[in-house]
């Protein structure tokens, strides 16, 4: 197996602990600013369904806005920059794609360390990418089938489940790292969009079919409706379970969509949906950072429907307006934030991987700015969100690279980063696609194990107050 160089060993271990460590403590609030001087803040464990409960009345969402021709042309020229991050960050013979690279030098070669949620953004990209013409049909469905091959006949497996992170030339473990669920179900997004888009291709079609039918989610769920964060051969099942309002979504979606090995529909249910109240808005939401409010709404649709609980289209509506006006809030202590920069979710800072955000304040708030905030909610708020991306690309020339915008930056030190993360790369991508077109959305709900799992968890049309595309 090729060596790391030292340093980038230590600092990659660093990366992955520091993820694994998030995941652990999602539910577990680690305040970096005192809550007195964050204004309208509460969260309150209400019974589901109660978003608007008793008592003062939420104020309203925003009002619907969408893209300018201006906007349109910038969204194609990042979602450019974005796709060649995973063609040519990704090995064309195993499909696996970097967790991250470094975006200032030309040679990444040292670093072969490979992400499955990574993947499973680069395999979306990839239809994305052909759709806009920046590959072609073939060298797309070349890419796609190479890699779905070594999904499904070399890359390790327990249960149909992948290890977090791989050797991306040869498909090893890396770092030890665990069976994870939440990271095979963004690749099973990604696998599930290929067989879509490339649905033609006999080929393309019953290996993506093979590859989410081997998924045993009935094994993560054996004793339990709440799924683990996943397994290790050395220690077993991760106690730490999917049970907040986070990304988890999109997993117990499609384990509930399986025919194969389906969840039951109580995992639907059994999760909780805690209520947060920031300066008159009331939403669903976690102490966690801002991308558990956009990474399922990559994939699946939830615009104009609901189920007994929420409109979580909406719901995201309201998240993403709250952490603005809380990152406006803190202009006295970080003069950079503004309506017109603003943004902080889990990313690269000075001192290593950080997940932070608010409201409430979570993790060591300085002033940095983490572009795929904005960017991954394009389609929550439009012209709010790309306000803040023609911000940087126009203003801080140092925070736009090969591949679009840089991880994170901070204004007040002048520190940029070097690094590109995939997933980060990826929910920009996405989500760019998804306000122009909603191409990821219209192919992606075409699979019947996305409808399945909707249909199972109640979910039904209705008129939508905040009806956007």
């Known amino acids: 197996m090729k060596r790391l160089h030292l340093e980038n060993i230590v600092a990659a271990r660093r990366y992955a602990n520091g993820r694994r460590n998030f995941l652990r403590q999602m539910g577990t609030l680690s305040l970096g600013l005192p809550l007195a001087r964050v204004p309208g803040l509460a969260a309150m464990n209400l019974p589901p369904g109660e978003l608007t409960a008793a008592g003062p009345q939420p104020a309203p969402p925003p009002q619907p806005s969408s893209l300018t021709p201006a906007d349109d042309a910038f969204l194609n020229d990042l979602e450019h920059a974005c796709f060649q991050f995973f063609w040519e960050q990704a090995n064309p013979k195993t499909g696996l794609t970097r967790d991250r690279c470094n975006a200032t030098i030309s040679d990444n070669s040292s670093n072969i360390v490979a992400s499955i949620a990574s993947t499973g953004f680069g395999l979306t990209a990839i239809c994305i990418g052909e759709k806009r013409g920046f590959v072609s049909y073939e060298d797309a469905r070349v890419r796609v089938l190479e890699c779905l091959s070594f999904l499904w006949h070399k890359l390790p497996t327990h249960r149909g489940f992948y290890f977090h992170f791989a050797n991306m030339n040869t498909g090893e473990r890396v770092y030890d790292s665990e069976v994870s669920s939440v990271d095979t179900a963004l690749l099973l997004c990604g696998v599930l969009m290929c067989r879509q888009h490339f649905r033609r291709d006999r080929n393309i079609y019953q290996l993506a079919h093979a590859i989410f039918d081997r998924v045993d989610w009935t094994w993560l769920s054996e ?202 790369v990826g929910i920009t991508m996405l989500m760019a696609e998804n306000a122009r077109t909603g191409f990821v959305w219209e192919t992606f709900m075409k699979n019947p194990e996305a409808q399945r799992g909707m249909q199972i968890a109640g979910f039904k049309p209705y008129k939508s107050p905040y009806a956007l595309g």
């Not at 007994?308 to 202590?333: G, K, P």
């Not at 889990?346 to 002033?367: F, M, N, R």
């Open 223 to 424: 004793d339990t409706a709440l799924l683990s964060h996943g397994w290790t051969p050395e220690l077993g099942f991760i106690p730490s379970r999917w049970d907040y309002y986070s990304e988890l979504m999109m997993m117990y979606l499609l384990g509930m969509g399986s025919q194969s090995h389906p969840l039951k529909s109580d995992a639907w249910f059994a999760w909780k949906r805690t209520i947060f109240a920031y300066d008159g808005l009331k939403y669903i939401g976690s102490f966690a950072p801002l991308f558990v409010h956009q990474y399922s709404q990559a994939w699946f649709d939830f615009r104009n429907k609901r189920d007994q609980y929420a409109d979580y289209f909406l719901n995201s509506v309201i998240a993403t307006e709250a952490h603005r006006l809380f990152c406006v809030s803190l202009n006295e202590m970080f003069p950079d934030y503004s309506n017109a920069l603003w943004g902080i979710t889990a990313s690269d800072s000075e001192h290593g991987y950080v997940a932070w955000g608010g409201p409430p304040a979570t993790g060591p708030i300085d002033g940095t700015v983490v572009p795929c905030a904005a960017g991954g909610s394009i389609p929550f708020l439009p012209a709010e969100t790309m306000r803040v991306l023609h911000t940087i690309h126009d203003h801080y020339p140092k925070a736009w690279c090969r591949y679009g915008f840089v991880d994170a930056f901070n204004p007040l030190t002048n520190w940029y980063d070097t690094d590109v993360i995939g997933i980060d």
